[in-house]
């Protein structure tokens, strides 16, 4: 089955630039979608296919995806950013298969 | 706006079935893919598996010999059973939505932990 490899931390000081990256062999070809959750929340869906913006998210929040890896970048980091986050894609070419990566803890410093 | 609510029981005996209900309220289930995730304490998010419009499922792997997920469209529900739960089976469980196409969940319950115990 696919796999995604998200490293387990990021730290940022506030006002930087935090980059979240998600491996996945030739996860350029598919669609990546990001969601940010908070202690004792549901995830919110941040960027879906890969660069694209749900009404409601602020533009500092923005998704790239090339080769083997995507990213999500957060611009201008602010302390209510703090939270984990996660990637996601949907696996048509094996059985239509939803898949999550492991989740990584932004944390601002 | 669409809704979705899981509801059922936060306590499961070992070797018991978990038995869980998702109710749709802004929408009809007679569109998109319907999907159950989990997350056990401190832990990351699983798939569990979908139900489609058409009423086909499909489910993860590791889940598979254990899980129905089936629909009710007259009441607006779908639901999730599985079997033969052990404590690695204490989770929430987050009913959602996914979007035809690429496949991302916009639409989110608010989650429901289940507690496997005697």
């Known amino acids: 089955s696919y796999v995604l490899t998200q490293p387990p931390s990021v730290s940022v000081a506030p006002g930087q630039t935090a980059r979240i990256t998600c491996g996945g062999n030739?996860?350029?070809?598919?669609?990546v979608h990001w969601y940010q959750q908070k202690p004792g929340q549901a995830p919110v869906l941040v960027v879906y296919?890969?660069?694209d913006r749900p009404s409601g998210i602020p533009e500092r929040f923005s998704g790239s995806n090339s080769g083997n890896t995507a990213t999500l970048t957060i611009s201008r980091v602010e302390a209510g950013d703090e939270a984990d986050y996660y990637c996601?894609?949907?696996?048509?070419?094996?059985?239509?298969?939803?898949?999550f990566g492991a989740g990584t803890k932004v944390t601002v410093l | 706006q669409v809704q979705l609510q899981e509801s059922g029981p936060g306590l499961v005996k070992p070797s018991e079935t978990l038995s869980l209900t998702c109710t749709v309220s802004?929408?009809?289930?007679?569109?998109?893919?319907w999907s159950w995730i989990r997350q056990p304490p401190g832990k990351g998010l699983e798939w569990i598996g979908y139900?489609?419009?058409?009423?086909?499922?499909n489910y993860s792997p590791s889940l598979k010999s254990r899980v129905t997920i089936s629909r009710d469209t007259s009441k607006n529900q779908f639901s999730l059973k599985l079997t033969s739960v052990t404590a690695a089976d204490t989770a929430v469980y987050y009913c959602?939505?996914?979007?035809?196409?690429?496949?991302?969940?916009?639409?989110w319950g608010r989650g429901t932990l289940v507690t496997v115990s005697s």
């Open positions: 959602a939505r996914a979007s035809d196409g690429s496949g991302s969940y916009y639409f």
């Open positions: 802004g929408g009809s289930i007679s569109s998109y893919y």
């Open positions: 139900i489609y419009y058409s009423g086909s499922t």
């Open positions: 030739n996860i350029g070809s598919k669609s």
């Open positions: 296919d890969d660069s």
């Open positions: 996601q894609v949907w696996d048509s070419s094996s059985d239509h298969l939803y898949v």
